[in-house]
């Protein structure tokens, strides 16, 4: 079974749509501001199809865009700006950044009641300590338990395998998948046998960005196998970190590569900007209620 990434995040997609326009009737406009540093050209891609989806939802996005050269100290007063403007409720910062700007820095700068992203350390720290309050993670990840909630993968028990253990999609995940009651194995470059480990995941996790890294043989027979890879073959063509052909006579649920994980990381995106927007109007209700 295929896992339409790209047909739920278009399901989301309306459901946004709906709340966005009741936030708007009720005179809350959510706002998403993004912030590009430098030239890069994948993250040009990145941040443009991040504007065109707040477009397609009715999220109003700011596009910041600094030059190369831009100092941290720079950055860090546009950040200080976007926190003080109550009328901006998630603040992006595309990463990477040139090489003179401390990311760490940047992520922290942000407050965690915007940080859209999840990167903050403190929802980071909300998220491994499994807390009960309502914060946002990073989105590539939820994105993830989005589909495999979706398409009912069990997780309870479940042996979760992660091949990759970034800030980003690895170290995040699994403590997702383990607030959920999965057992969680972490592999990397310096596993040993990584092969006999992957062959025990009932659910399979492949954040590398190497190329067709994961063959058949490395897959559990009906295993739930997420491709979180986006590469390019010798001929150019867009691929995954798992060699599609082979997987797909093995796996028993698999994501596609394009049409899976990407399209539900920028839905998850716009989604949680909406949640954030939402928290400040339920603040709103609150202290109206008062007076």
């Known amino acids: 079974m295929l896992i339409d990434g790209k047909g739920l995040s278009k399901q989301m997609d309306a459901s946004i749509i709906e709340k966005v326009n009741t936030l708007k009737s009720d005179g809350i406009d959510p706002k998403l501001a993004v912030i590009l540093v430098g030239h890069d050209p994948a993250s040009q891609?990145?941040?443009?199809?991040?504007?065109?989806?707040?477009?397609?939802?009715?999220?109003?996005?700011?596009?910041?865009?600094?030059?190369?050269?831009?100092?941290?100290?720079?950055?860090?007063?546009?950040?200080?700006?976007?926190?003080?403007?109550?009328?901006?409720?998630?603040?992006?910062?595309?990463?990477?950044?040139?090489?003179?700007?401390?990311?760490?820095?940047?992520?922290?700068?942000?407050?965690?009641?915007?940080?859209?992203?999840?990167?903050?350390?403190?929802?980071?720290g909300r998220l491994f300590a499994n807390s009960d309050e309502?914060?946002?993670?990073?989105?590539?990840?939820?994105?993830?338990?989005?589909?495999?909630?979706?398409?009912?993968?069990?997780?309870?028990?479940?042996?979760?395998?992660?091949?990759?253990?970034?800030?980003?999609?690895?170290?995040?995940?699994?403590?997702?998948?383990?607030?959920?009651?999965?057992?969680?194995?972490?592999?990397?470059?310096?596993?040993?046998?990584m092969s006999s480990i992957t062959q025990t995941a009932d659910i399979l996790i492949v954040a590398t960005g190497v190329a067709h890294l994961i063959k058949g043989r490395d897959i559990k027979p009906g295993a739930t196998v997420i491709d979180v890879g986006m590469d390019r073959?010798?001929?150019?063509?867009?691929?995954?970190?798992?060699?599609?052909?082979?997987?797909?006579?093995?796996?028993?649920?698999i994501t596609p590569v394009p049409g899976g994980v990407g399209p539900m990381t920028i839905t998850t995106l716009m989604q949680q900007t909406l949640e954030l927007a939402e928290g400040k109007f339920s603040q709103q209700r609150q202290k109206q209620s008062v007076l």
Not at 75 to 95: C, E, F, K
């Open 233 to 253: 073959d010798k001929a150019g063509n867009l691929v995954g970190d798992v060699d599609f052909d082979e997987a797909v006579k093995v796996a028993g649920k």
């Open 134 to 193: 309502a914060y946002p993670v990073p989105c590539t990840p939820r994105g993830i338990m989005t589909m495999l909630d979706t398409y009912k993968v069990p997780l309870e028990g479940a042996h979760a395998v992660m091949v990759g253990s970034s800030n980003i999609v690895g170290r995040p995940l699994g403590a997702m998948l383990l607030n959920r009651n999965a057992t969680v194995t972490y592999t990397h470059i310096y596993t040993k046998d």
């Open 45 to 124: 891609i990145y941040v443009r199809n991040k504007h065109r989806k707040a477009k397609l939802v009715g999220i109003h996005s700011i596009d910041k865009r600094m030059p190369d050269d831009t100092t941290q100290e720079e950055l860090l007063a546009v950040i200080h700006d976007y926190n003080r403007d109550a009328s901006i409720h998630g603040i992006l910062v595309q990463l990477p950044l040139p090489k003179q700007i401390d990311e760490s820095a940047i992520i922290q700068a942000i407050l965690p009641s915007k940080d859209v992203d999840g990167f903050s350390p403190v929802n980071l």
